[in-house]
């Protein structure tokens, strides 16, 4: 698939028509004034990654960010996790995103929750970052990099935007030891957009762009650290009494056979998750 094409396909998946109305239709079904919605109240939708907001607060934990640092969000969708470091850690965070409805719904939803002076958006390639060297703290990045077929470059690039000393975290769909995976997936439709690499392959990707390791984590020792993260925030801030928004509205119409795919291929080995922090050398 070419360049152009394979970008096209990535966008159309994620942006689907009526995405911004769906949002907003299913705040009003739980009796939300959309203008008064909360970060927390939004994070089952828009934290678009295994364990949600446990994700994003696991990952945050991990990187130590603080207040005073630029942080960038490679692949950050609709801007979920930059919203949440935005108000929990009071951070300016970038998020970086191919699919142009994606920063729109972005930057609405940011508006509504009173943030824009913390979260930007930017609608651009990953592989060719519209920032200038060493820009960033810290870059960041949740289930992206499986729809970029060109690992070697993006790490370069995430390396290219980070001052030395900066650090990369991410948390990762990786390939399992059993291929291919079943499709539909939430991040692909089918082979022709989905790339992943096995664990291994990843960290040596990523050392080679210029960076040393500090910490990883997979199978069932990241999947215990992010169960206990969901019991700490099970009583948290915003928590809504009927449950919540539906966390599989960005799925769109495809979202059982996607939730049932991705439960099958981890079962069968054939993906594995992953959290890592790499420090720029």
Sequence with gaps: MAHDELNQAI???????????S???????????P?????????????????????????????AINSAERVLDVGGGIGGPARQLAHRVGCHVTVLDLTPEYCAVGEILTRWTQLTDKVSFVCGNAL????????????????????????????????????PGGRF???????????PIHFPVPWASNQSFSFLLTPEETRACITQA???????????????QLERQEASEASGEDVSADGGLNP????GHDGPRMGAN??????????????????RN
């Excluded at 960041?140 to 370069?156: E, S």
């Excluded at 975290?169 to 291929?179: E, K, R, T």
């Excluded at 599989?248 to 799925?251: E, H």
């Excluded at 981890?266 to 993906?271: A, T």
């Design 11 to 21: 966008s159309s998946h994620y942006g689907w028509s009526g995405l911004m109305e």
């Design 23 to 33: 949002i907003e239709a299913e705040i009003r079904q739980h009796g939300i004034d």
């Design 35 to 63: 203008q008064q919605v909360t970060v927390g109240q939004l994070a089952p939708v828009d934290n678009y990654h295994w364990y949600r907001l446990a994700g994003t607060l696991t990952l945050a934990q991990l990187a």
């Design 128 to 163: 060719a970052m519209p920032f200038p060297d060493g820009s960033f703290d810290v870059v960041w990045t949740q289930h992206a990099a499986m729809n970029i077929p060109d690992k070697a470059g993006l790490y370069r690039e995430v390396a290219r935007v980070l001052h």
């Design 169 to 179: 975290a991410l948390f990762d769909v990786l390939a399992g030891i059993n291929q």
């Design 210 to 224: 210029g960076f040393r390791e500090v910490s990883w984590m997979m199978g069932q020792d990241l999947e215990a």
């Design 248 to 251: 599989g509205l960005l799925n």
């Design 262 to 279: 991705v439960q099958r291929n981890m079962k069968e080995g054939r993906i594995i998750w992953a959290m890592g922090l790499f420090e």
